[in-house]
């Protein structure tokens, strides 16, 4: 069982930073889960950001944020953060921290990961 607390989220102008933070409460080690970051946007389906393996040897993004948001891991805090800049108006959502337990690769769908915060919200003004 993971627990999930995202924090870090607010209002910023386009163009400007963000960083998320993502702080996991487990009884077995965090580097046994791959984390990641999901976003939904008011009448739109979750959208997958990125994903991070359990040692934070691999990273996988989605397609509009590549380039602009960055995935880390402390595994010695049990934490994990989305560095974002260059924010856009389409950056505004919801953004939950998720997480499960190693797989073989980096999965990028809502339904397969276990676990989820209760999500913060980001607002990117113009």
């Known amino acids: 069982q993971v627990q999930l607390v995202e924090s870090g989220g607010g209002l910023v102008q386009a163009g400007g930073s963000l960083r998320l933070s993502c702080t996991a409460s487990?009884?077995?080690?965090?580097?046994?889960?791959?984390m990641g970051w999901f976003r939904q946007a008011p009448g739109k389906e979750r959208e997958f950001v990125a994903a991070i393996d359990g040692n934070g040897d691999h990273t996988k993004y989605g397609n509009s944020v590549k380039g602009r948001f960055t995935i880390s891991r402390d595994n010695a805090k049990s934490t994990v953060s989305l560095q974002m800049n260059s924010l856009k108006p389409e950056d505004t959502a919801v953004y939950y921290c998720v997480g499960n337990l190693k797989r073989l690769r980096l999965v990028v769908y809502p339904d397969q990961y276990d676990y989820w915060g209760q999500g913060t919200q980001v607002t990117v003004s113009t």
């Open positions: 487990t009884r077995t080690f965090f580097s046994r889960y791959d």
